[in-house]
């Protein structure tokens, strides 16, 4: 950033060069002047006004020089540079300002119209009008060798920044104020802590400043990515903010102190690195550019659907990027085409300007530079990974407060990321464990819990005399269904699941309790075959079939106890969602059917609204049913996932209190759409009524539409997250009373609707299905299940030798 000796052998004379490095000094004082000695010194004494009134002189006097060095220098380009500075500086810290109040019930970008910034502003345009004049004198007056990138230069051009611009209202106020809180410092009492805020406050401005020499030169430089990466941060943190706003506050604070800041200077960072990657500067910007954009528009488009934010374990789903688009509302693919298009023109248009010229030339010196960012990421990152008793280590800027002061990591990722940052979701979900230590963890606990279910399971089986591997499984997964007249002011012309609402009458049914609202299918899907409950893993985790999964030293499923050739999986779309193909494999499933992907693919296929029918999936386990043998079929249907969009019947409407012309037709689509639901669920469980042999089906929403606007949930938030099931058998069984279950038990529900015998596994999932429908407290069982599940993933293993555990 500074080069003096390069800039002593360019033509300066031995009286200038004091001139402009005292004048730098003398700069700093402005605060001083105005804050410290406003605060803690008595200025209506004689000494008190003799230093204030000094260092005013100084200040004028300094200014007075560094306006006429510019003025000598003769550039017209660093009056623009001036004016560059200014507005980027105003946007800079608007943005900062705004991402912190982007919660607020009356939020606005810009609080003040378009006359605060130009207030008192006529003495700054005589100012610079008189500046134009004088630098056109200057450039007729003897040859100068000044370089551009001179250290002298900018600070010259930053000394008149802060001479022109330093009295200026919204300078004072946005900057010095709300930026740097110079008046809390001030009052501090501690002089050296003020200088300090000083410096790093000129040193921004000159970072401004320097930035904008290089690229009204076209010329790139480390001063000019880096700045670039801070703007291109900012912007990503406010629209990232913006994306999840909730007017509402948490703890009595719309964001939590640092949040904003921790979060751009982690975009800073990883953005500053693309940059030195690319090592092109204009390449590099256009790049930053549209990654930032289509960031944005995830994250937005994300948390309308789902009320979650966008979280690093998405990156999973690029290779499944059709369906992905096929979220994404046609406007926002016009305008990534669009600003393609422009980004590409201006490749061409700077090619030999900027793209050609690399930001850093020398090899080793790029990979120093490389290190610095790098090594700041690995240490947030270990400072992170270092967390005991959910605090870090105290006393580092920003990081502890935000991590230690407020702990909200038992709400969910929306909670977490709108008022502690989506970065900070980020880092978490990098660093935290899959699930925490349990205290009581050791070889010898996991031999006694081993011990106690092998009793338990053998305590249940004396009451049971069936076999779930005698007769075949169903499991459907419902895509999206959960009845809307559960939901506070939703009232719709005629119930749209009254076959449903029959069969949970008359059989084992209820309520689930949900993990995710708006999706989470995956997670839902998972905890229904294995058993493991979600809820125990760390709340970091995001999809189980990516992060859990792979870190099982075992895989416990329902449908281990019935032959491979005999397991099917049947999704009405593609395969590689939510990495299935390869979770089935896993699981010894031999036959996948699937729409795209698969070797098999789905027959008789019909399109009710924007997806495959559940018709269509009822169709393909019907045609697939072997009377002779006990087969285990897992389906995961597709008709009611977003988008929702059916015509008839037009008897079936739905009104929401308070709802938009918009969201009460998404809802009416939806309503219908469970209609259809409702009659080929009744039809499907009546044409099983006809073989001859036992056939269980084990039916549930894995969870609501991402349709409801907050307000709904505002007096029962219990019921965002509520969806309902049942367990149906085509003979005779008990009726099993179930108020209220999770999705992970129902392998224990399925074995006690058909009074089938219990794995010591199995005996354990009964009793904490059994503390499930009792009470929203964690018992003694869930815990003995957590001590399970850290064995199995970060644990040591101690159940390799006990695998007959699960059998």
């Not at 605060?116 to 610079?128: G, K, N």
């Not at 979220?327 to 016009?334: I, M």
């Not at 459907?476 to 699941?497: H, N, W, Y």
């Not at 040591?796 to 555990?805: I, P, T, W």
């Amino acid at each position: 950033m500074f080069d003096f000796e390069g800039d002593s052998r360019k033509g300066f004379s031995s009286l200038i060069l004091p001139i402009i490095l005292i004048s730098t000094i003398i700069t700093l004082f402005y605060p001083i002047v105005f804050t410290y000695f406003s605060n803690n010194s008595d200025t209506t004494t004689f000494v008190g006004l003799l230093i204030k009134n000094l260092l005013l002189i100084s200040i004028l006097v300094g200014s007075i020089l560094n306006f006429l060095i510019l003025a000598y220098i003769g550039r017209i380009r660093n009056v623009f540079v001036l004016l560059a500075s200014a507005v980027s500086l105003i946007f800079i810290v608007q943005g900062i300002e705004a991402s912190e109040k982007v919660n607020f019930e009356t939020f606005s970008f810009f609080e003040q119209d378009i006359h605060y910034y130009f207030s008192d502003a006529f003495p700054i345009f005589y100012q610079l009008i008189f500046l134009v004049l004088l630098t056109f004198v200057g450039s007729k007056v003897d040859k100068k060798n000044i370089p551009i990138k001179s250290v002298f230069t900018n600070l010259v051009i930053s000394n008149v920044f802060f001479a022109i611009f330093s009295n200026l209202k919204w300078f004072k106020e946005l900057y010095w104020i709300r930026l740097f809180n110079i008046e809390i410092v001030s009052q501090s009492g501690n002089i050296w802590i003020l200088l300090f805020t000083s410096i790093c406050a000129y040193l921004l401005i000159y970072l401004i400043v320097k930035s904008w020499n290089m690229f009204l030169h076209m010329q790139s430089s480390i001063t000019l990515t880096l700045f670039s990466s801070f703007v291109f941060a900012v912007v990503c943190n406010y629209y990232l903010q913006f994306g999840i706003r909730k007017e509402e506050m948490l703890l009595e604070r719309y964001i939590f102190p640092g949040a904003i800041w921790f979060q751009i200077l982690i975009l800073s960072t990883v953005f500053f690195i693309i940059y030195m990657l690319i090592n092109r500067y204009m390449l590099g910007t256009i790049c930053l550019g549209l990654l930032v954009y289509i960031l944005n528009v995830a994250n937005s488009i994300k948390f309308e659907l789902r009320n979650e934010p966008l979280l690093y374990t998405d990156l999973t789903w690029l290779k499944d990027i059709q369906l992905v688009l096929s979220f994404v509302d046609s406007k926002y693919v016009g305008q990534l085409i669009l600003y393609s298009s422009i980004a590409f023109f201006c490749v061409f248009l700077f090619m030999r300007k900027f793209q050609n010229k690399k930001i850093v030339k020398q090899p080793i010196k790029r990979l120093l530079v490389l290190m610095v960012p790098i090594g700041l990421f690995s240490f947030i990152l270990n400072v992170f990974e270092a967390e005991k008793d959910k605090k870090i280590v105290s006393g580092i800027p920003i990081i502890s407060n935000l991590n230690n002061n407020y702990d909200i990591g038992w709400l969910s990722f929306a909670e977490n990321a709108r008022y502690k940052s989506v970065a900070y979701v980020w880092i978490k979900q990098l660093t935290k464990p899959l699930i925490d230590k349990p205290a009581q963890y050791s070889k010898t606990s996991i031999e006694k819990l081993i011990n106690k279910y092998k009793s338990e399971s053998e305590q249940i089986n004396k009451e049971r005399n069936a076999n779930i591997e005698d007769e075949t499984i169903i499991f459907v997964l419902s895509e999206s269904l959960s009845d809307p007249l559960r939901q506070t002011g939703v009232k719709l012309t005629q119930d749209v699941l009254p076959n449903i609402h029959e069969i949970i009458q008359k059989n084992t049914g209820g309520t689930m309790i949900s993990d995710g609202y708006g999706g989470g299918t995956a997670n839902m899907e998972f905890q229904a075959l294995t058993g493991l409950a979600y809820r125990s893993f760390s709340d970091s985790v995001s999809i189980a079939y990516t992060e859990i999964v792979p870190n099982l030293s075992y895989f416990p499923s329902i449908s281990n106890q019935f032959q491979s050739k005999n397991r099917y999986v049947i999704h009405p779309s593609n395969s590689t969602n939510y990495n299935r193909k390869t979770i089935y494999s896993s699981l010894g499933f031999e036959k996948f059917i699937s729409h795209l992907n698969t070797d098999e693919k789905m027959q008789s296929v019909e399109v009710v609204g924007a997806n495959i029918s559940d018709r269509t999936a009822y169709l393909n386990v019907l045609n697939r049913i072997d009377e002779t043998s006990s087969q285990f079929f897992s389906l995961i249907t597709m008709q009611n996932h977003i988008p929702h969009n059916l015509d008839s019947p037009s008897s079936i409407q739905a009104m929401g209190e308070d709802f938009t012309v918009e969201e009460n037709a998404s809802l009416t689509s939806y309503a219908r759409l469970l209609s259809v639901t409702d009659r080929e669920t009744k039809e499907f469980l009546g044409k099983l009524s006809e073989f001859d042999k036992k056939i269980t089906v084990v039916f549930y929403g894995d969870h609501l539409p991402g349709i409801y606007p907050d307000t709904v949930f505002k007096n029962n938030p219990e019921s965002q997250y509520t969806t309902d099931f049942f367990i149906w058998s085509n003979y005779q069984t008990k009726k099993t009373e179930f108020e209220r279950v999770y999705s992970s038990d129902f392998i224990a529900a399925l074995l006690e609707h058909t009074n089938a015998k219990v794995t010591p596994y199995q005996a354990l999932l009964t009793r904490v299905a059994e503390e499930s429908n009792n009470s929203i407290v964690d018992g003694e069982a869930l815990n003995d299940l957590k001590l399970l599940e850290y064995d199995l993933t970060e644990g040591k293993n101690y159940l390799k030798n006990s695998l007959d555990f699960f059998e």
